[in-house]
Every structure is written in C-alpha cells, then in structure tokens.
C-alpha cells in the first residue's frame, strides 16, 4: 500500500517561510512526477508546482520566483520550500505523486499566513 505522509506547515507571518516535506512508502516501481498542490474551502485544488522524472519543474504563475520544489530521491521525499509567503498562500496542502496508470495523495497539510 502507497502512503503519502505531509509534514511542515504551521501559522507564519507574511513575509516568512516553511519548508513542506512528502514521504512517500509503499511500493512504487516507478514514478512520474510529484507535486504539490493547494486547495481552498470551497475551492478546486490546484496545482502550486510538479517535478518530473527527469527533474524539469513548473510552477503556478502566483508562486514562481518565491516557491522552489525539489526531490530526494534516496529519500522518497518531495519538498516544497515556501519563501516570501502572502496571505493568499493561505490553503491546504496537498503532495501528488503520478505513477503510470494510477496517481496517490497525501492526507494535507494547513499552512496559514497571517498579515
């Protein structure tokens, strides 16, 4: 069985920074990419940034420049390091992982940017 287990998020002032991280177990033979992605109440989830196989990345217009996503593949761990963090980042965060056929996702993480 695939686990995704999120950790990092937390209360930070605008301005300040946290680092998300994305443990992913189980068996999984082959993966094409990680993500993060963030969600709203009420809101669809989208995408905040993805590193594929190969390690090209792409990122939301909102977070580039400021959100930088890297991966540890001995690890099996996905990071997404958050700088220069707004209110508007305020949502849940989601880790993605994309195996052929089939995709996992983490239970969430809260990150809350105060003003």
């Known amino acids: 069985q695939v686990q995704l287990v999120e950790s990092g998020g937390g209360l930070v002032q605008a301005g300040g920074s946290l680092r998300l991280a994305c443990v992913v177990s189980g068996r999984i033979f082959s993966i094409n990419a990680m993500g993060w992605y963030r969600q709203a109440p009420g809101k669809q989830r989208e995408l905040v940034a993805v590193?594929?196989?190969?390690?090209?990345?792409n990122y939301a217009g909102s977070v580039k420049g400021r959100f930088t996503i890297s991966r540890d593949n001995a690890k099996n761990t996905v990071y997404l390091q958050m700088n220069s963090l707004k209110p508007a980042d305020t949502d849940v965060y989601y880790c993605?992982?994309?195996?052929?056929?089939?995709?996992?996702w983490g239970q969430g993480t809260q990150v809350t940017v105060s003003s």
């Open positions: 993605n992982v994309e195996v052929p056929f089939n995709e996992y």
């Open positions: 590193i594929i196989s190969c390690g090209s990345t």
